[in-house]
Nanobody, 121 residues
Framework: QVQLVESGGGSVQPGGSLRLSCAAS????????MGWSRRAPGKERELVAY???????DYADFVEGRFTISRDFAKNTVTLNMNRLKPEDTAVYYC???????????????WGQGTQVTVSS
């Protein structure tokens, strides 16, 4: 009923850049927030960045000004621009969204399948 599809992962050298995009589709009444989390090998999933409908943005401390999240809720999309990537940024990145939709219009958290980001020389 509601699906999130990520794109833009890949491999890059340290110091490089990548852009991740996520598009929500299906029966969507309203989007209250969208963001990105990641899971590195052997570690728990952690928040990277999140943006609300009202425009409030949260970044994890490790972002250190290197990443920028932006949204276009009219198009049901969120983008994460990542610069100055480090090897420790290697992880599977997941899009998540707080969406009211589906058959009954309930508000739920949705997750994408994930996209691999590898930072290595």
């Amino acid at each position: 009923q509601v699906q999130l599809v990520e794109s833009g992962g890949g491999s890059v050298q340290p110091g490089g850049s990548l852009r991740l995009s996520c598009a929500a589709s299906g029966t969507i009444l309203s989007i209250h927030g969208m963001g990105w989390s990641r899971r590195a090998p052997g570690k728990e999933r952690e928040l990277v960045a999140y943006i609300t409908l009202g425009g409030k943005i949260d970044y994890a401390d490790f972002v250190e000004g290197r990443f920028t999240i932006s949204r276009d809720f009219a198009k049901n999309t969120v983008t994460l621009n990542m610069n100055r990537l480090k090897p420790e940024d290697t992880a599977v990145y997941y899009c998540n969204a707080d969406i009211a939709g589906g058959s009954y219009g309930y508000r739920n958290d949705y997750w994408g399948q994930g996209t691999q980001v590898t930072v290595s020389s």
